[in-house]
């Protein structure tokens, strides 16, 4: 499983775009690019996936370049309520659904 | 649909005590994840199933961890003799087969404490 590199933490204001960059140098060729977000209390909720270029859905948008070895999460116009920790995962069909979360980046939305 | 449903919600015992804890995925998953959660260690993945089978338990920690599927909508995760160090947050996930398995709905969780 490719390990990912990704802030500790972000600090936003309201209103903003918000992007938060992940590394993953060893991905492999039949991996997937995931991104979780977790409020206090609750589990991880899915955001966004993808494999390649660029991935949009009501909530974000997932930018990843040709070479796949790092990965972007936009979030447009954050509020307070974005406040979360943000996980970026990578795994294969070969893992069967196996899922490693990382430290994650913890995005603070402030007013 | 109710998503993942988890009870109890919270169970603090004793040491040395049994603990059960208890899932119901979303109906139609063909995956079922057991995670725990603490400050230190972040989320961890113990163990899942694919339809009700063990795949992968690697991330059990001990033989005091046990975990069963007996069908398609429940699964439980027992812990006996629990211990202090096995306080944490335990969630249950539930996920599709057919190229979504990575996105995975994860129950509200059931917060161990151990005394």
């Known amino acids: 499983l490719a390990k990912t590199t990704q802030p500790i933490s972000m600090d936003s204001y309201e209103g903003q775009e918000v992007n938060i960059t992940c590394s993953h140098n060893?991905?492999?060729?039949?991996?997937?690019i995931t991104w979780y977000q977790q409020f206090p209390s609750q589990g991880p909720r899915f955001i966004i996936q993808?494999?390649?270029t660029k991935v949009t859905n009501e909530v974000a948008s997932l930018f990843i370049p040709a070479d796949r070895k790092s990965s972007t999460l936009s979030l447009p116009r954050v509020s307070l309520s974005d406040t979360a920790v943000y996980y970026c995962?990578?795994?294969?069909?070969?893992?069967?659904?196996?899922?490693?979360f990382g430290q994650g980046t913890e995005l603070s939305v402030k007013p | 649909d109710a998503g993942v449903i988890q009870s109890p919600r919270h169970e603090v015992t004793e040491m040395g005590q049994e603990v059960t804890l208890r899932c119901k995925p979303i109906?139609?998953?063909?995956?079922l994840f057991w995670y725990r959660q603490t400050m230190m260690r972040g989320l961890e993945l113990l163990i899942y199933?694919?339809?009700?089978?063990?795949?992968?338990d690697s991330g059990m920690p001990e033989d005091r961890f046990s975990a069963k599927m007996p069908n398609a909508s429940f699964s439980t995760l027992k812990i006996q003799p629990s211990e202090p160090r096995d306080s944490a947050v335990y969630f249950c996930?539930?996920?599709?087969?057919?190229?979504?398995?990575?996105?995975?709905?994860f129950g509200p969780g059931t917060r161990l404490t151990v005394t």
């Open positions: 996930a539930s996920s599709w087969t057919s190229g979504r398995f990575h996105e995975q709905y």
């Open positions: 060893n991905i492999a060729t039949n991996d997937y």
């Open positions: 993808g494999y390649k």
């Open positions: 995962l990578v795994g294969g069909d070969n893992q069967g659904g196996k899922l490693i």
């Open positions: 109906s139609g998953h063909d995956y």
């Open positions: 199933f694919n339809n009700n089978v063990p795949i992968d």
